[in-house]
């Protein structure tokens, strides 16, 4: 008795299992299949869908959490790239005017870093239920977002001008060059998401 009573919880247990993971998988589905087609609309939507693929399950279809999970990693990234940069900083083979660049650039970058952190905690003050205070909020959020993105191009755009080490030129070029696409994409995400809302609430007017 003992023993059918174990095989009965066993199975119940088996049939839980597959049921879950049939869920998740479907979640995960539904969420790619959402990623990929708000990336589409992205300047760089390869590495958009690439850089979201991990947050699959936490975005679902939400537009709002698809624009947090994409200003989170431009953030991330952002932080990474500003100490990277300030390291550079400190190394002896930069001439006067490369190591100008490189403290501008730890400027623009750091004032990334707050603009992009400034978005998302804009972003989680967002109430649906009120249309006046959701557009202030959401205003808020698209203005240091393209605060973000204006400052890494700023950075960019001094580089070009640089004369130092091929390789250092190189290498911090590419990583700040990252962050403007991560930038550029929460951007576009952000601006969708609030397309959306907008819209909904004219449509039920």
């Given amino acids: 008795m003992a023993r059918a009573n174990l095989s009965c919880v066993l199975l119940i247990f088996v049939i839980y299992t ?3 993971t049939e869920f998740t998988s479907a979640g995960t589905a539904a969420g ?6 708000s990336c589409a609309t992205t300047r760089y939507a390869t590495l958009c869908v690439q850089s ?12 709002q959490r698809l624009a947090k999970a994409a200003l989170s990693v431009s ?4 932080q990474s790239c500003s100490a990277f940069v300030s390291n550079l900083a400190k190394s002896k083979g930069l001439n ?15 004032d990334s870093v707050n603009r992009l ?8 003050n967002l109430s649906p239920s009120g249309r006046q205070d959701f557009t202030w ?7 240091w977002t393209s605060a973000a993105l204006t400052d890494a191009n700023t950075c960019l755009d001094e580089f070009s001008h640089a004369t130092m080490d091929a390789k250092v030129h190189a290498t911090t070029r590419a990583r700040v060059q990252t962050i403007a696409q991560y930038t550029s994409n929460a951007l576009a995400l952000v601006n969708r998401f609030a397309a959306k ?3 909904g609430y004219y449509t039920c007017d």
């Fill in 18 to 20: 597959v049921g879950l």
């Fill in 32 to 37: 790619m299949d959402f990623i990929r087609a």
């Fill in 52 to 63: 979201l693929t991990p947050y699959a399950n936490a975005i679902g279809q939400d537009p």
């Fill in 75 to 78: 953030l991330n990234n952002a």
């Fill in 96 to 110: 006067s005017r490369a190591y100008l660049t490189v403290q501008d650039c730890i400027n623009q970058v750091g």
């Fill in 117 to 124: 952190g400034n978005a998302m905690q804009e972003l989680g």
């Fill in 137 to 143: 909020h959401m205003s808020n959020v698209q203005t």
């Fill in 197 to 199: 809302h907008h819209k």
